[in-house]
């Protein structure tokens, strides 16, 4: 017989609580899980953790990430910061942890500093098998800082960043050949190099992406980059640098780059670069070279030559400032392989020039076509590039003006272009007037007779110059 049960027996029991209201979780963690989210917080951040409790005392010293800047150290009066507060700040904070390895070291630097105690703060964090050093500046200091020796021979560093203003970085290089066999990826703006040997080699392995910016090589007339693994070079030089570095070779030696930039914005030199062409084989390049001026000496010019001749086989080619190789036409390289081309401001005898180079070419981008002295040269039946005939799909030209050597050339584009699918006139800001635009279309659109399955693209747009 069963026997009859309360009501509360099946009453479910009260849940009880997994913790206390304000119970800290956070110290709970594991000690492995508080050092990464310590080392995600500025070192100075960090630092202040120690007065939550005696627990905490000594959590921050598990930081594997150090990122500090002289800004943030400054008396409450707003006077200029305590550099000796900021240097015991470093040492102490270097002392105190208790790992052997760093992951990164982060220094942003605004005031003066004395030489040896930056060299001491960049030597000890890499004597802890430092992975990333970055050193950054965007003020114009009073100083140089020579980096130590162990910059130059480190096992372990795989991000190096010096990035300062006014080549307020000196790097003294007492050796022909430096390996660093773990570096991956390396940014230098505005660094100055003391080279001892006029061949420098720099063997860096595993090195994927290089940027520079105003970089000079002093003493070093060759500098090989020894980088089978490189991937990205970017490289700008701007005027006030680049005279003094014309007679420095930069050498690559890649296997399989995908992009190269090099931007120069002098006139009087141009760094020499030397890479295999092969080594650029279906790879992405842009050329900025300096306007042309009456002062470009000939030196400049087949500098200019050379480095065109050395990404030859590029897929994609973006190219700025060639009115400085308008007289050497025909010595233009063939880009065999070259599907997209885009031009900064080219006369129309240069660009028709470099598309008898071009048999291939799919896509043409014109920011600004210049005029044209020999319009019997677009008639002649003997200068039609393959590429218009065979395999030109897309033409677009920017900051179009409807000049008469624009139509012309732009009718002899849609003649000889026998399988474009699209022309694209982005017209220039002087178009404000809506019956001047208007007539322009008429013009443009009155050229297409011979086209049949070509689309024909009238477009104000407003943008800047992307060069």
Not at 44 to 50: I, S
Not at 183 to 193: A, N, P
Not at 415 to 428: A, D, I, Q, R, T
Not at 444 to 450: D, M, N, T, Y
Request: glycine share 2%; net charge positive; charged share 25%.
């Amino acid at each position: 017989m069963n026997t009859p049960t309360s009501a509360h027996e099946h009453r479910p029991p009260k849940r009880q609580k997994v913790m206390n209201e304000g119970e800290d979780k956070i110290s709970n963690l594991p000690e492995c899980i508080i050092s990464s989210i310590l080392s995600l917080l500025p070192t100075k951040d960090a630092l202040r953790t120690c007065v939550l409790s005696k627990a905490w005392i000594n959590h921050w010293r598990s930081i594997t990430n150090f990122d500090m800047d002289d800004n943030d150290l400054h008396f409450n009066s707003g006077k200029c910061p305590s550099q000796e507060r900021f240097r015991s700040f470093v040492y102490r904070s270097l002392m105190l942890t208790k790992f052997p390895r760093l992951d990164s070291f982060s220094l942003s630097i605004h005031y003066h500093h004395d030489m040896s105690s930056l060299n001491n703060w960049i030597a000890g964090a890499l004597n802890r098998l430092l992975k990333k050093l970055c050193v950054k500046s965007k003020r114009k200091l009073s100083f140089s800082f020579l980096t130590s020796h162990s910059l130059l021979t480190s096992k372990n560093l795989e991000e190096l960043e010096i990035s300062m203003s006014y080549y307020s970085a000196k790097i003294t290089v007492p050796v022909s050949h430096v390996r660093l066999g773990q570096l991956k990826f390396l940014t230098l703006h505005e660094v100055k190099f003391s080279c001892s040997s006029k061949d420098l080699e720099l063997s860096v392995p595993l090195l994927q992406k290089l940027e520079t910016v105003n970089c000079r090589w002093f003493g070093a007339k060759y500098v090989t980059f020894n980088a089978p693994l490189l991937e990205t070079v970017d490289i700008t030089q701007h005027s006030k640098s680049s005279s003094l570095n014309g007679n420095c070779q930069i050498k690559f030696l890649a296997l399989h780059l995908r992009e190269f930039c090099y931007r120069d914005y002098g006139y009087r030199s141009l760094f020499v670069i030397k890479i295999d062409p092969s080594s650029s084989q279906n790879a992405s390049a842009t050329l900025i070279l300096p306007p042309y001026k009456k002062r470009v000496s000939l030196r400049v010019q087949r500098s200019a030559l050379l480095l065109l001749k050395r990404f030859c086989r590029v897929r994609y080619l973006k190219f700025g400032g060639p009115d400085i190789l308008s007289e050497h036409v025909a010595l233009l390289p063939e880009f065999g392989m070259l599907s997209h081309l885009e031009l900064d401001s080219v006369t129309a005898e240069f660009l028709l020039g470099l598309l008898l180079k071009t048999p291939i070419l799919n896509t043409l981008i014109v920011e600004r076509l210049e005029s044209i002295s020999d319009k019997a040269l677009l008639e002649s039946a003997g200068v039609v590039p393959d590429c218009l005939r065979y395999t030109l799909q897309v033409v677009k030209f920017r900051d179009f003006c409807g000049d008469e050597h624009e139509l012309c050339f732009a009718k002899f584009v849609m003649e000889k272009g026998s399988v474009l699918k699209k022309m694209s006139f982005s017209l220039s800001h002087l178009f404000v007037k809506s019956e001047d635009i208007e007539e322009l279309k008429e013009k443009l659109f009155a050229l297409r007779k011979c086209l049949t399955s070509t689309i024909v693209e009238v477009l104000k747009e407003d943008y800047y110059n992307f060069w």
